[in-house]
């Protein structure tokens, strides 16, 4: 094994990059680079049917969006390539000879309604049909039939080639965040490991992949800690070194229940993709067209399943570099929480000078014809948790909006009115700052000043939230406060 760290990130190009597949791939760069490491990007393209296009372009253009860029890649090129398992065939079909050579795995000529048909005579008697050890020899393989046969049906009639599992073996094996695990092979079937179609399985890419391309961590999801057997076994059989494992804990929906899918992005109201991903009449939503930083979503995608004892929050991904520890993921699934990825969003949107956030709103929002202003960004930022519909989340600043209804009933009596009407008289004579205008409506209030507060908000922002009320005066400036005042007491 290459004594320097090797990782890769393997996605298949079957759609857009989800947040599952965005953190491993940002927990396998941050332990590479911690280590001085390689970081590769791999496509397992072997199933070629479930392929969509423009899938591979999307995922290396979101992972360069949130910074995650491979040293090795189909792009890129490298020592090690192809990195498109689709490009790598030879391979795989010498690789699959020297293990039936070896004895480790043989041909298979089942056709697929007589499994099927095993399969429902096992289910009518409770059992579960297995292909292995117990009943490889009543099946149609180069096991149970002679030389000659085997050589006849190599040449007629479709085959796969099946691993060869170890009867009665009790298989051990270390991950770095699960401990010890150990499986007996007797629960194992004889996984196809080459397809009819000449093309290889996943288990069987993945594995010969990892060797030839020097690969020292695995960093993976749990989904896929039932196949380890599998692969620590071949391993054992073509006897080469297996890489360090690491399988990280799933991230959960909103509610904590069940794995988050590409579906729930629309049933939970946000994104779950980095980038705005199109295909066909199919059109998803991205982080970014969303107004979430590359920088937030990283530290929140870091934060899910990793945290340091001191409970620190904010992490660069230089910070991440210098702190993340993948021993340190925990076992349970995370429940992603959009408003803590809000939040933290918002910690990086208020460190950014007003024309960082203005350069960043126009690159998500090229095809508005809206002026947003220094001035405008100035008064507002403590209150933007996403650079997206900046003009439509804060539309009071641009234009008047009507008083909410519920509000207008609620806020807007005599009392009230009668404050405003005397407010708005002062105004007319003095207009001068915020101080000041803070003072002439303390001295023109008799209904508290909670409630004039109230009232005025309630003319310039249409309800009742928005930045410092005096502020917002001043921003606005005389005319158009008047003009709002005016509409609602007229």
């Known amino acids: 094994m290459s004594e320097g760290v090797r990782v890769r990130f393997a996605p298949s190009p079957t759609g857009p990059l989800h947040v599952g597949g965005l953190r491993a791939a940002l927990y396998n760069y941050l332990h590479a680079k911690k280590n001085n490491g390689t970081f590769i ?22 992972l360069r969006w949130c910074g995650l860029n491979p040293d090795e890649s189909p792009s890129k090129g490298g020592d090690f390539g192809p990195y498109k398992q689709s490009q790598r065939k030879n391979i795989y ?119 030839m391309m020097k690969i020292t961590h695995v960093i993976r999801g749990e989904e896929w800690l039932p196949s380890l057997p599998l692969h620590m076994l071949l391993y054992e059989a073509f006897g080469w070194e297996p890489p360090v494992f690491a399988h990280i804990p799933l991230i959960l929906k909103p509610t904590g229940k069940g794995k988050l899918s590409k579906r729930d992005g629309e049933k939970f109201g946000h994104p779950v993709f980095p980038l705005e991903w199109r295909s066909g009449d199919e059109k998803h939503l991205g982080f970014k067209e969303f107004g979430v930083l590359p920088e937030a979503l990283i530290n929140y995608m870091a934060l899910l399943g990793w945290s340091k004892e001191d409970n620190k929050e904010i992490y660069s991904l230089t910070d991440l570099l210098g702190s993340f ?107 001068e700052s915020a101080s000041q205008l803070k003072e002439d409506l303390v001295q023109c209030s008799k209904i508290g000043f909670g409630k004039s507060m109230g009232a005025m908000r309630l003319c310039l922002v249409g309800k009742l939230e928005g930045p410092d009320l005096f502020e917002l005066m001043m921003f606005l400036g005389k005319k158009e406060v008047m003009k709002r005042i005016h509409s609602v007491i007229a």
């Open 41 to 62: 990007l791999r496509v397992e393209d072997t199933d070629q049917k479930r392929e969509v296009g423009g899938s591979y372009e999307y995922i290396e253009k979101s």
């Open 93 to 211: 079909k010498k690789q699959i000879e020297i293990l039936v050579e070896k004895g480790a795995a043989y041909y298979a000529f089942d056709k697929a309604e007589d499994l099927e048909m095993h399969r429902k005579n096992h289910e009518k008697k409770g059992k579960t049909f297995i292909y292995n050890a117990h009943n490889r020899l009543k099946l149609v393989n180069s096991l149970s039939l002679d030389k000659k046969k085997v050589e006849k049906l190599l040449k007629t009639v479709p085959y796969v080639v099946r691993f060869k599992m170890p009867d009665n073996k009790m298989v051990v094996f270390e991950d770095e965040i699960r401990g010890k695990i150990e499986v007996s092979s007797r629960e194992l079937d004889d996984k196809v490991l080459y397809k009819s179609d000449k093309m290889p399985t996943y288990h069987f890419a993945n594995v010969v992949d990892d060797h």
């Open 325 to 431: 520890e993948i021993k340190s993921v925990g076992k349970s699934g995370a429940k992603f929480d959009f408003e803590k990825l809000l939040w933290l969003n918002s910690q990086y949107i208020q460190k950014m000078s007003s024309e960082e956030i203005i350069k960043r709103f126009s690159s998500i929002n090229s095809g508005k014809k809206f002026n947003l202003t220094k001035e405008a960004v100035d008064l507002i930022k403590p209150r933007i948790e996403r650079l997206a519909n900046i003009d439509t989340d804060f539309n009071y600043l641009f234009e008047a909006q009507e008083p909410e209804l519920a509000l207008e009933k609620k806020l807007l009596n005599d009392d009230s009115r009668s404050f405003l009407k005397t407010y708005y008289n002062l105004l007319e004579k003095s207009f």
